[in-house]
């Protein structure tokens, strides 16, 4: 893993923005999973003024969501459909048909739909870049603890934590969704690249679980330990429980010089 930790959230999302706009001009028909939440915003704000102003073209990428919650309409406002229209795809020229989010609302076998969308990302030739955040629980995509390191794309029972964690959108009345169909861990460490965004205090200790304990399903953002091409993009708050912060700043430093690739 390359830990790259930054002063601010700003600072954090430029990087990720010099990340993924460089990973589209190089390949135009990029596959990038996108994840959904408040760490990537600045992220998707960053892409659309680069789309307008600079006239960065999505006409060719091919986008696969994470996640997306069970049983809420996808016009509902809290919907990750509605999230990804309203802070990304509504403002770029990405095509439509290209834009694939799990379907919350499927009405047959759930496993055979979830099999059909580990079937797109396939037939689409895999992920080049994953986007990935981080939940308080260590989740990635909506892999909840306990969440198999192999799994795969499939409907998942979201904990009360993440439940509470998605509270705040939702009206005084409304009970938020607690299932979501998400894509596996095993589906997410096929991605080519990792680019895992974590911002803020309430993430320090996910953060230092996943990088510097063990492997465990307890936390399934640790599995990106498995990965051989996953950047942790941080801001200082995010990296504040890291107890080797001083060996990371170093490693990118040496990175910048002996392995600039690996920084895109
Ligand atoms: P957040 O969510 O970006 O809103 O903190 C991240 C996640 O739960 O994966």
């Given at each position: 893993?390359?830990?790259?930790?930054?002063?601010?959230y700003?600072e954090l999302?430029?990087?990720?923005?010099?990340?993924?706009?460089?990973?589209?001009?190089?390949?135009?028909?990029?596959?990038?999973?996108?994840?959904?939440?408040?760490?990537?915003?600045?992220?998707y704000?960053?892409?659309?003024?680069?789309?307008r102003?600079?006239?960065?073209?999505?006409?060719?990428?091919?986008?696969?969501?994470?996640d997306?919650?069970?049983?809420?309409?996808?016009?509902?406002?809290q919907?990750?459909?509605?999230?990804?229209?309203?802070?990304?795809?509504?403002?770029?020229?990405?095509r439509?048909e290209?834009?694939?989010i799990?379907?919350?609302?499927w009405?047959g076998?759930?496993?055979?739909?979830?099999?059909?969308?580990?079937?797109?990302?396939?037939?689409?030739?895999?992920?080049?870049?994953?986007?990935?955040?981080?939940?308080?629980?260590?989740?990635?995509?909506?892999n909840?603890?306990?969440?198999?390191l192999?799994?795969?794309?499939?409907?998942?029972?979201?904990?009360?934590?993440?439940?509470?964690?998605?509270?705040?959108?939702f009206?005084p009345?409304?009970?938020?969704?607690?299932?979501?169909?998400?894509?596996?861990?095993?589906?997410?460490?096929?991605?080519r690249?990792?680019l895992?965004?974590?911002?803020?205090?309430?993430?320090?200790?996910a953060?230092?679980?996943a990088?510097?304990?063990?492997?465990?399903?307890s936390?399934?953002?640790s599995?990106?330990?498995?990965?051989?091409?996953?950047?942790?993009?941080?801001?200082?708050?995010?990296?504040?429980?890291?107890r080797?912060?001083?060996?990371?700043?170093?490693v990118?430093?040496?990175?910048?010089?002996l392995?600039?690739?690996r920084?895109?």
């Open positions: 893993m390359l830990i790259l930790i930054k002063e601010s700003a999302s430029r990087e990720a923005v010099r990340i993924v706009a460089n990973a589209v001009r190089r390949k135009p028909e990029l596959r990038i999973g996108l994840a959904t939440g408040s760490t990537p915003l600045e992220l704000r960053e892409l659309v003024r680069l789309h102003e600079e006239g960065l073209d999505f006409s060719r990428v091919v986008s696969f969501n994470l997306e919650y069970i049983g809420l309409p996808a016009d509902h406002p919907s990750f459909h509605s999230y990804m229209r309203r802070n990304l795809f509504d403002h770029i020229n990405i439509s290209n834009v694939h799990p379907d919350g609302n009405r076998s759930l496993s055979d739909y979830c099999a059909s969308y580990e079937a797109l990302i396939a037939h689409a030739g895999g992920i080049d870049l994953q986007v990935l955040g981080i939940g308080k629980d260590g989740h990635i995509g909506l909840e603890p306990t969440s198999s192999a799994s795969r794309t499939r409907p998942k029972t979201l904990t009360q934590q993440t439940i509470e964690d998605n509270r705040k959108g009206g009345n409304e009970q938020p969704p607690d299932a979501a169909i998400t894509m596996g861990i095993g589906t997410i460490l096929e991605a690249r990792i895992l965004l974590a911002s803020g205090t309430a993430k320090a200790k953060v230092a679980l990088v510097e304990e063990p492997i465990t399903a936390v399934s953002a599995a990106l330990q498995l990965h051989g091409d996953t950047t942790l993009l941080l801001d200082q708050e995010a990296s504040a429980d890291l080797h912060g001083d060996y990371y700043r170093r990118a430093e040496g990175t910048r010089r392995n600039p690739e920084l895109w």
